[in-house]
């Protein structure tokens, strides 16, 4: 497009035109002007313009979740890349040996996969099978060159001397070949526990080994918390948190002892028969297997509630099909799965877990315990609520949902995001129901949720935040529900053409927040933050024992970069290193989360690094190309406010 308008622009004579990008604002106020001697009656439309539809009973509520798989891999995707970003960065400013070309050109890489799954017949889910294998390998790609990075990166800070480095390789510790599959009684493995965010902060990690009798320290010799899930021979997960706080943008080390069973510390998760789960913050009531209630013991608030696990199923025809781009179903209603579930409980000292299943639907629920951070932040894992679910293989022309139907009076709202950072109320439409028109409800009122949505009311709200795109509706007062997973076997007529034959088998995290009514929405936004991006575990491939015992000697054990972290609702977009007309900088960028409360911020970028300083500081366009006229070390941010920056950083 750029290469047209520079061609229409030099030929003006020709074209009797000029051509530029500009906003709606503009384009706006040239109307005006083309006709402020004619009689013009302007429209003004305000509210929601979602959803969209083209036709009766034809809303664009379907591509919020189809193709499920290819959203889940470029949400992870984008997580490598981030970690990789950011480590690289902080690499090449601490002056360390790892080399700017061929890496750079990996984290373009792993830029361009994920960029590429963003085309509007891609992370939408409505692409053709070859095509969406097509994105599948590309983002298989990226992730391998974005973790080549990671590891090399976080080798040369961790490193107290290239020396040291010779042919180590550290990888992520969710790797399905890592060392510790390979345990041997005696052996102690260090696990490099890695903040991608802005704010310290504590959380759990999860490791599959072959050894169950371990005990799991800090490297200054504190035991931590920990339990173990057996699943097979030589088959367990390791489970520790962290308990103290990660540094943002840092590391802290751990070490897995591998002992003899009666020197092990690690909690073998018990089966229990409670009908109440808690926590420090959290009362989960249930009966018969059934969750009842909720209730926030630090708020003092509590809901009735119930889970349910249901199918829309998909009209085929005549007319208009439920297919890709469209969700249309045979009626108003879901048909929910038998609430009669095989349950087990298990508890250790990390989490309290629920496994249940309800047919392609296995659910895990997670109530974790508190850690010493948790105990004064509203952004903890004790503070919510987790169910893992692993949706699997769905009957043909099935649409699956996760509701939550509560006593909360939300009086037909529902908050969502607007576009994946600001938010928006939406109402409740009660479209006609009837021969005539044949409008269903049901698909009208689908939102697309990124990250986060709300239901509440003048005591008490529940929150749901994703680790993927899906779709998220409130059908009635006081219910939630989340579309996971589709499959269509009639094609909507869109341009697909083909069904969305969907058969892959789908993760997706949801995490439950039932608190007494807040507004911040940077609350909300750093939880769902906390979830999208998680403290990462790498461990080192055949590091030999010898290097294990002098660890602390070759290897620096913390890390913690920033001078102090971030404000809790200032988020670090982005930070890694950018071309620029030939020159390598370091791009920085800042939001503001906050929207309902008035709450400024300001980033002292002189000042946000112990060790390292910026030079050429350059306040710029979004893009990181275009300069602003007289920076400012000191950014302001208003509510919602971005700002993007670049400078020369390197160690003072």
């Not at 034959?501 to 039932?514: A, K, N, T, Y």
């Amino acid at each position: 497009m750029s290469l047209v308008i520079d061609y229409i622009n030099k030929n003006v004579a020709t074209y009797n035109m000029q051509v530029k990008y500009s906003k709606v604002s503009e384009y706006m106020k040239a109307v005006a002007g083309s006709t402020q001697n004619a009689t013009y009656d302007y429209k003004q439309v305000d509210g929601d313009f979602f959803p969209y539809a083209d036709n009766i009973n034809s809303f664009w509520t379907g591509y919020f979740v189809s193709r499920a798989e290819v959203k889940n891999r470029a949400r992870q995707s984008e997580r490598y890349t981030r970690t990789a970003d950011i480590l690289f960065a902080l690499a090449r400013g601490y002056g360390k040996n790892i080399t700017y070309n061929d890496n750079y050109e990996k984290l373009f890489s792993a830029k361009y996969s994920n960029g590429l799954v963003q085309h509007h017949d891609g992370i939408t889910g409505t692409e053709k099978v070859p095509v969406v294998a097509n994105y599948l390998q590309y983002l298989n790609q990226g992730v391998t060159s974005a973790n080549q990075v990671t590891s090399k990166a976080l080798l040369q800070l961790i490193a107290k001397s290239s020396a040291t480095i010779g042919k180590l390789e550290i990888v992520d510790a969710s790797q399905s070949d890592v060392a510790t599959r390979k345990l041997n009684n005696g052996d102690v493995v260090p696990v490099v526990v890695y903040n991608s965010l802005g704010w310290d902060r504590a959380s759990t990690i999860r490791i599959r080994m072959n050894k169950a009798n371990v005990k799991v320290t800090h490297f200054d010799g504190s035991v931590v918390p920990s339990q173990i899930y057996e699943y097979g021979s030589e088959d367990f997960e390791l489970v520790f948190t962290t308990a103290a706080s990660v540094p943002a943008l840092g590391y802290t080390t751990f070490l897995i002892h591998v002992s003899a069973q009666d020197t092990n510390t690690a909690v073998i998760a018990k089966p229990v028969q409670d009908s109440i789960i808690s926590n420090e913050i959290y009362d989960l009531t249930y009966a018969n297997g059934q969750l009842e209630k909720i209730k926030n013991k630090r708020d003092n608030v509590e809901i009735s509630v119930t889970r349910q696990y249901a199918m829309y199923d998909s009209y085929t025809g005549p007319g208009q099909a439920s297919g890709a781009y469209i969700f249309r179903s045979t009626g108003p209603s879901a048909e929910v799965i038998s609430q009669t579930a095989q349950t087990a409980h298990s508890q250790g000292d990390v989490e309290h877990s629920i496994t249940q299943e309800y047919g392609p639907i296995k659910e895990n629920v997670r109530l974790y315990k508190l850690s010493d951070k948790d105990s004064v932040s509203p952004y903890g894992d004790a503070s919510v609520i987790e169910y893992n679910l692993q949706v699997g293989t769905l009957p043909g022309n099935k649409e699956a949902i996760i509701r939550f139907n509560t006593n909360i009076k939300s009086n037909g709202q529902l908050l969502t995001e607007n576009n994946g950072f600001s938010s928006l109320v939406r109402k409740y439409r009660n479209w006609p129901n009837d021969a005539s028109k044949s409008l269903y409800p049901t698909a009208s009122n689908f939102y697309p949720l990124v990250y986060h949505a709300t239901i509440g009311d003048e005591t008490v709200q529940l929150s749901v935040v994703v680790n993927s795109t899906r779709g998220v509706a409130s059908l009635s007062d006081g219910s939630i529900e989340i579309m996971v997973h589709r499959r269509c076997l009639v094609d909507d007529g869109r341009g697909v053409s083909d069904p969305m034959d969907d058969v892959e088998q789908v993760p997706i995290q949801v995490r439950i927040i039932v608190e007494k009514v807040q507004k911040q929405g940077s609350v909300r936004a750093q939880l769902a933050h906390r979830a999208n991006y998680p403290l990462s575990g790498f461990v080192f491939q055949d590091l030999q024992q010898s290097m294990v015992k002098n660890y602390g000697n070759l290897f620096t054990t913390d890390f913690a970069p920033l001078s102090a972290p971030l404000a809790e609702n200032v988020h670090l977009l982005n930070f890694g290193q950018q071309n620029v007309n030939g020159k390598e900088v370091t791009l920085v960028r800042a939001a503001n989360l906050e929207q309902f409360e008035q709450k400024s911020s300001t980033v002292d970028f002189g000042t946000l690094f112990k060790d390292l300083r910026a030079g050429n500081y350059t306040e710029t366009s979004m893009n990181g190309i275009v300069p602003i006229k007289n920076p400012d070390f000191v950014a302001k941010l208003e509510n919602l406010g971005i700002k993007t920056f670049t400078a020369v950083i390197r160690r003072k």
